[in-house]
């Protein structure tokens, strides 16, 4: 891994161990103020731009809780890239456990199809995914999952 992947890796993700990361975690709003989302875009922008003009970088939003909660900051984030970056030069992606979609969300994201790739969190068949990934009450949100994609 080159030094700029390293830098964005390091910055947008926050490694965790999957199988110790309950509903209720992933399920909470991550909130990072947007002004230092920025400026670290500035800085990849600026750092691509010497080091490799012609090199795409992938951006995930993607942490120890569900990126869709802040999706009014991922939809900033990519206006802001678009307006003053080298939007071009940006892949943004992010892994949602799909509790978030629903009406209003996917009526947004349809408007960045182009700009954001999503995949989606399992962690195998329903009976691996529903021990680790439970609501308050204790059932599996493997079906829930499954309905979100569809």
Do not use: C, W
């Not at 990361?21 to 992933?26: E, P, R, V």
Request: no cysteine.
């Amino acid at each position: 891994m080159t030094h700029h992947q390293d830098f964005v890796n390091e910055f947008f993700q926050h490694k965790h161990p999957q199988y110790q990361m309950h509903f209720q975690q992933a399920n909470q709003k991550i909130d990072i103020e947007i002004d230092v989302l920025k400026e670290t875009l500035n800085s990849i922008d600026s750092y691509i731009e010497q080091v490799n003009p012609s090199k795409q970088i992938s951006v995930g939003f993607v942490a120890n809780g569900e990126p869709l909660l802040s999706l009014d900051t991922i939809i900033e984030l990519m206006e802001y890239s678009k307006q003053k970056l080298n939007h071009e030069r940006f892949n943004y992606y992010t892994v949602t456990n799909g509790t978030q979609l629903n009406e209003k969300s996917l009526g947004i994201l349809t408007n960045y199809l182009e700009d954001l790739k999503l995949s989606f969190s399992l962690d195998g068949p329903k009976e691996i995914h529903d021990k680790y990934r439970v609501l308050k009450n204790q059932r599996g949100t493997f079906d829930m999952v499954i309905d979100s994609m569809r």
